[in-house]
């Protein structure tokens, strides 16, 4: 097509192309933080997570119907195929709470001493189960695009305290130790914890019970903040959910003594007739105010069991219905509190079996309705404000950043963004986003004797990230194919001196090479033509770490660290990351790069639509330039004339 721009003496031409949503399987899962009263993405944009539960039991998957006998296979066959099912019918799900039942971890035959108490504990199969099933089902639930929120085997005893006829107290400390230091759970982002499941009673040190005094919630913390405590010393940063007391409906006390530290929230359950909800909105939003609203002021809240329908369907565990907002009924004024509140998020807590086999399309006016398709069930109005609630509160896949300057950067653009500069003047013809679009070419014109004489060195700054372990990550995507002998590419981080991992090309073989402190070091052959090249710079002790991967999930070092000298207040002044590709032999090689990141994890297809239009030399080619006053212009002699040009171009 035909593009016509109107040029005031300088053309310029500046074409952008804008990210699409893009949800949900495969969505964006960033670290959350928590940040005030609200729960955020690593972007700065208010995230309330939305999603259901599944509990890992034959009994709760059907009542026994579909697997059972410590099946693995069968558990996990069976509850990943919800997970799709629940996805495929078009549920917008951004979480789901994870039981650790305690029907894996029971010793068997052991018969507890009430529903789901801890004396038939055994640890061994914890941790047998955890890596068989647990962390299998999370890994899967993530790999949909999903935040998981683990929650300990069982439910709490009647009465709980320091001390208690369960000591659950250190019952909850040894999960969370194991959980929270496992290898495969302490470094995922997307993996968070609910300490406990329904405290009751609070037993004091005076040997009185009780639920909704200063004094039990501060015992809660006394049974909690070591579980904290522990959880962080594991290295386990992500967000914590504190229960309060009254199965989850008391939590004023917390205002007054929170928990202490970073990424701190608080859940609580929900269901009709609590909070006063049967009397209506008035008095729905007066309790919810007075026992949940004083801490939902400082932290946010995340819903972990809620649902209603009318009890003749007997598929819900809340008995009541949706109502109008504001006036009587359960859903929508809970709909409507939540909203108010602002910092709260939710699951529903229905059968995930019943969710899979939700249909949207609303039954004839000559049907009658069915607990998924009765608009006073959960199901029905839950699966419509999800849609909407997917447009404003869960994590962006077109990231708002908060820097004046991107830092990422897929090259889908037909010039350099301006977080790019150059370590020192490249021909023009050592370089090119168009000869491949999609990515940044670099190429070798000349012979060099080292990194720092080839002068095609793309850089940006390095930048200090407080609230993620002021960790700095830099991670190219590299396609190697093009290289040439002798040829050496990758990405390099230096202030006073280049420090670079890479990707070398001697006799034939390419090999990842780093070259740290003026030392070379040779590490693995690369079998492909891609491969994923990582440096993390801590910059407050500014140590320099180089990683490798040949598929962006699993990387390696090549065991050797750096402490870069300089620092300024911690950070390296003028550090920054490099792109680079230089020659030693013969000139003509080149490589390209897809993407640089500074996420912590990062894949194109997660953050940018797969469609985007292509700039060629030829695309941007102007092929008409015209006057609007035609060819002939008059001017006096020392006059002004304001002159417009129109140029075309043509875009495929």
Not at 35 to 42: E, P, S, V
Not at 118 to 135: S, W
Not at 452 to 459: A, D, G, K, R, V
């Amino acid at each position: 097509m035909r593009k016509h721009f109107t040029l005031y003496f300088i053309v310029a031409l500046m074409l952008l192309a804008a990210p699409e949503m893009k949800a949900w399987e495969g969505m964006p899962t960033p670290r959350l933080k928590v940040d005030g009263r609200y729960l955020k993405d690593t972007h700065g944009n208010i995230v309330n997570l939305h999603g259901f539960a599944q509990t890992y039991s034959p009994w709760f998957n059907e009542r026994g119907t579909k697997w059972n006998n410590y099946d693995v296979s069968g558990c996990l066959t069976y509850n990943q195929g919800l997970i799709d099912d629940i996805l495929d019918v078009g549920w917008k799900m951004s979480f789901i709470r994870l039981h650790m039942d305690p029907y894996w971890s029971n010793t068997p035959g052991c018969q507890p001493d009430g529903h789901e108490l801890p004396n038939c504990f055994n640890e061994t199969r914890f941790k047998k189960y955890l890596d068989e099933v647990f962390i299998p089902m999370a890994e899967y639930a993530i790999s949909k695009g999903m935040y998981v929120v683990m929650r300990p085997p069982g439910v709490s005893p009647e009465v709980i305290g320091v001390e208690d006829d369960y000591n659950y107290a250190q019952y909850l400390f040894n999960i969370w130790d194991i959980v929270s230091k496992h290898p495969r759970i302490k470094d995922r982002e997307e993996i968070m914890f609910e300490l406990a499941n329904e405290p009751v009673r609070i037993r004091l040190a005076d040997g009185s019970e009780g639920a909704n005094t200063q004094a039990h919630f501060d015992v809660l913390k006394e049974i909690f903040q070591p579980i904290v405590n522990r959880i962080r010393d594991n290295g386990f940063q992500n967000v914590l959910w504190i229960p309060g007391s009254g199965y989850q409906a008391h939590y004023k006390g917390f205002a007054v003594n929170p928990i202490e530290g970073d990424n701190i929230g608080y859940a609580v359950h929900v269901y009709p007739g609590w909070f006063g909800s049967a009397d209506g909105y008035d008095v729905f939003k007066r309790e919810w105010d007075k026992q949940v609203k004083p801490i939902a002021d400082l932290a946010p809240i995340l819903i972990t069991e809620m649902d209603w329908a009318p009890a003749h369907y007997e598929s819900s565990w809340g008995k009541g219905v949706t109502g109008t907002a504001g006036a009587e009924g359960f859903g929508a004024n809970f709909k409507k509190i939540m909203d108010e509140t602002g910092n709260v998020g939710w699951l529903l807590f229905t059968d995930a079996n019943l969710l899979a086999k939700f249909n949207p399309v609303a039954p004839l006016p000559d049907e009658p309705y069915t607990f998924l398709n009765d608009p006073e069930a959960c199901p029905w109005p839950v699966y419509h404000w999800y849609l909407d609630y997917a447009e404003l509160y869960e994590p962006r896949p077109d990231f708002e950043y908060l820097a004046e300057l991107p830092t990422n950067d897929n090259f889908r653009h037909w010039n350099l963004r301006p977080q790019w500069d150059w370590y020192g003047s490249p021909a023009p013809e050592a370089w090119s986003l168009l000869e491949r679009a999609g990515y940044v070419r670099l190429k070798n014109i000349k012979i060099s004797g080292n990194i720092t004489e080839s002068n095609t060195i793309l850089t940006q700054p390095i930048f200090a990230y407080p609230n993620s372990n002021n960790l700095s990550y830099g991670t190219v995507k590299l396609d190697i194919e093009n290289m040439k002998d002798g040829d050496i590419a990758g990405l390099s981080v230096f202030m006073d001196e280049m420090n670079y991992i890479g990707v070398e090309l001697v006799d034939e073989e390419k090999r990842i090479v780093s070259y740290i402190n003026n030392n070379k070091l040779v590490g693995p052959l690369v079998s492909g033509n891609l491969v994923f090249l990582r440096s993390i710079v801590n910059t407050e002790t500014g140590n320099l770490e180089f990683y490798y991967s040949t598929d962006n999930i699993s990387y390696s070092d090549l065991g050797v660290d750096l402490l870069i000298e300089g620092s300024v207040f911690g950070l390296p002044s003028g550090c920054k990351f490099g792109l680079f590709n230089y020659a030693t032999k013969e000139t003509g090689g080149y490589v390209d790069f897809d993407w640089f990141s500074t996420e912590r994890e990062f894949s194109e297809e997660k953050f940018y639509p797969a469609e985007f239009d292509a700039f060629t030399e030829e695309s941007l080619t102007v092929t008409d330039l015209y006057l609007d006053e035609g060819e002939l212009i008059t001017m006096l002699t020392k006059g002004t004339k304001k002159l417009v040009v129109n140029a075309v171009i043509e875009i495929a």
